[in-house]
Every structure is written in structure tokens, then in C-alpha cells.
């Protein structure tokens, strides 16, 4: 720019830069084509009221002119569908890509919404969020019901789901919620058969490593008392399961060690504590496969042979875990996934159901007869 006497300024002549072209809409792709604006429509949401030769035209068209196609929040509101499934979980988000069982369930429930050409929207519903959050974070969720993934009775995110009267499928727990659909399994009977297995080869003196029983954070020893009246009844089966097997075998002492969190680390302080604090304990059952590999972890970093010194199970059937041929309960997660996935795509009011899904005992390098330590 140049400044003049007199003050004036001149400004030399910049070329402008193109208009910037307006995006297309559904109205101008159907002027363009000279078609209806529901022809258009139908060539995306209901292809089989067109022609294909008269689909491609349009479609082609919509490309060369920069048509994104409907916009599905336009057509949410339309509709009151969002074509969305919620999946809540009682931990942060990375729990559902970390935790090998939590894995294969999310995608059993990603193929349910494949074949039904749903989206599946994960809300994390960690212990820590009060119940003001929960409710924000619940009524955000653009979704047409919610899977709901093993969560405590009380958990403020469940509360907060079915106060929004959408449809709701739970996996394994709570229990008995009214107006809703349940899928889960046997995890007491399963535990029973397990733990007869471990009697029969012997063990008078079991520890048993279990996860979170309650909302509070305890990393300890604990007694039986809270292990039966925790408020989260697949722990809390499991745990009773081995509980009443040794009752009825006689003679059979069991120590319990609680952790608040669900990871090898956890399972293997775990075992540390329990084999220190009694020293005859010839067997862990671990309530998950994951705390049964730190508990395999421990005993090999601490030169306890396994199976012959001291036995191992665990639960659920996780990929690692057969590999190192862990004696476990093996469960159908993927299938869990997919029929909660499946039950709430065709949820009605009027057919509500509990389907309860089969395990079985799988593996058996990890327990032995018992020989003392």
C-alpha cells in the first residue's frame, strides 16, 4: 500500500479469490436431475423404489456435485430413531479394549449392530462419576436403548437409562430389573462344578482371588460375610459357589483376597498376600482368567511349580488363558455380546426374556492333585 500527499492512500488492485461454490443440497441435486426430491431421497434410504439405472444417475450426479447425502441428524429428529445402540459400562473407556473377556463381548454386540445396521456408541460409566454426571453423560446419548454391561444395582448410570424409558438389555447383572431383558449364565452352578474339580484333586486349603465386591476400594484380605452380600451378584455367585462346595466337602479351609482392580498386576499381589499370609494354601481360584495369569505370574517369578506345588483356575476363557492351558470356566462372551446386541434390536415391552447361555470346564494344565508346598 502507498500513501499520497494529501493523505490519500492508494491500494493497488488485488484480484479476488473465487466465490466459494455452495454446497449441493437434496433440494438442488433434484433440480439439477429434474427428479423429485423423494426420488432422490429413496436413492439412498430405499434403493429398491428406483431403478438401478436411475440410482446411479442420481448418485453420480451427487458426487460430481458434492452431495454428502441425507444428513442423519435431520433425519434422527424426522424419524426419533438415531439408529444407534448405547453400551454402558461400570469402567473408563479403555476397560472395553483392554480386558480380553470385555473384548470379545463388545464385539459380539459390533456384529449385532453390523447385521442390523445399527451404530454402537460406548458410554463408560466409571465408579468415580458422581450422579450428576451420570445423568448428563446418559441423557447426551444419542441412541435408541442401551446394552448395559455388568454394573452394580445401584450404579447411577444404570438409574439414569432407565429413567429414559428406552429399551434396555442387560448382560450378567443387576438382577430382576423391571422392564428390562437379561442375558448371562450360570455363574454359580459353573463356579460348583469348578470347585468340585478342585476338591476332588485333593486341596484342603484354598485361596480365592476375586475381583471389586463392592463400590469401595479395598485391596485386602476380606471375609465371607462380604464376599456373600456383595451388592454385585457374579462375584458374589462365584465366590459362594466355592464357599458351598467346601462347606459340604468338610475340612476345607478358604481365604479370600479382594481387588479393586481387574489386572494381572492385581492378581499377582493377590497371590502374593494369600501365600504369604498361610503358607498351606495348595490352590488359587480366581474369579477371572486375567487374575489367574498374575497369580501363574507370581508362582513362576517365585519358583512355585504349577501344577505340582500349588493349582491354579480362573474364569471366563480368554484367549491367553488357553494357551497357557489354565484350567477355567469357559464362557460364550462374544455370543453374550451378540444376543444382548440381537434382544434389544428387537426389544417389545411384551417379550421380555432372561436367556441364560452355556459354559463349560476347559483346560487342565494348571491343576494338579495336591502335594503341599
Given at each position: 500500500m502507498l500513501v499520497l500527499a494529501h493523505g490519500y492512500r492508494y491500494r493497488p488492485h488485488m484480484p479476488r479469490s473465487p466465490r466459494p461454490r455452495r454446497r449441493a443440497t437434496l433440494a438442488s441435486l433434484a433440480a439439477e436431475l429434474k427428479v423429485s426430491r423423494t426420488t432422490v431421497s429413496n436413492a439412498y434410504n430405499r434403493p429398491d423404489q428406483l431403478s438401478p439405472e436411475l440410482r446411479e444417475r442420481v448418485l453420480a450426479a451427487a458426487k460430481e456435485l458434492g452431495y454428502p447425502g441425507p444428513?442423519?441428524?435431520?433425519?434422527?429428529?424426522r424419524t426419533r430413531k438415531a439408529d444407534t445402540i448405547g453400551?454402558?459400562?461400570?469402567?473408563?473407556?479403555?476397560y472395553s479394549f483392554r480386558d480380553p473377556a470385555a473384548v470379545e463381548f463388545v464385539a459380539g454386540l459390533a456384529d449385532a449392530c453390523d447385521a442390523a445396521g445399527k451404530s454402537l456408541l460406548i458410554v463408560p460409566a466409571g465408579p468415580e462419576r458422581d450422579a450428576e454426571q451420570a445423568a448428563a453423560a446418559v441423557q447426551r446419548a444419542g441412541v435408541d436403548g442401551f446394552v448395559v454391561y455388568s454394573v452394580a444395582a445401584d450404579d447411577p448410570y444404570l438409574s439414569a437409562a432407565l429413567e429414559r424409558q428406552l429399551p434396555v438389555v442387560i448382560c450378567d447383572q443387576p438382577l430382576d430389573v423391571p422392564g428390562?431383558?437379561?442375558v448371562g449364565i450360570d455363574d454359580y452352578g459353573a463356579m460348583h462344578a469348578l470347585a468340585g474339580a478342585v476338591?476332588?484333586?485333593?486341596?484342603?486349603?484354598?485361596?480365592i482371588i476375586c475381583m471389586r465386591l463392592g463400590l469401595d476400594d479395598r485391596n485386602e484380605l476380606v471375609g465371607r460375610e462380604r464376599a456373600e452380600t456383595a451388592p454385585l451378584p457374579v462375584q458374589s455367585a462365584r465366590i459362594r459357589a466355592i464357599l458351598d462346595a467346601a462347606d459340604a466337602a468338610g475340612n476345607v479351609s478358604v481365604s479370600i483376597s479382594e481387588r479393586s482392580v481387574h489386572s494381572r498386576d492385581a492378581g499377582y499381589s493377590a497371590a502374593g498376600e494369600l501365600l504369604s499370609e498361610d503358607t498351606s494354601i495348595t490352590a488359587l481360584m480366581?474369579?477371572?482368567?486375567?487374575?489367574?495369569?498374575?497369580?501363574?505370574?507370581?508362582?513362576?517369578?517365585?519358583?512355585?511349580s504349577v501344577p505340582a506345588a500349588l493349582s491354579v483356575t480362573g474364569f471366563d476363557g480368554i484367549p491367553e488363558g488357553k494357551r497357557a492351558g489354565l484350567a477355567t470356566v469357559a464362557q460364550p462372551s462374544a455370543l453374550k455380546g451378540r444376543r444382548a446386541g440381537e434382544l434389544l434390536i428387537s426389544y417389545s415391552p411384551d417379550r421380555l426374556t432372561v436367556e441364560m447361555l452355556p459354559t463349560m470346564l476347559s483346560g487342565a494344565a494348571t491343576l494338579g492333585p495336591s502335594r503341599g508346598r
Open positions: 444428513d442423519p441428524v435431520a433425519r434422527s429428529l453400551l454402558l459400562l461400570d469402567q473408563p473407556l479403555s428390562t431383558s437379561r476338591l476332588s484333586a485333593g486341596h484342603t486349603r484354598i485361596g480366581c474369579t477371572t482368567d486375567v487374575l489367574a495369569l498374575g497369580a501363574l505370574t507370581y508362582a513362576r517369578d517365585n519358583g512355585i
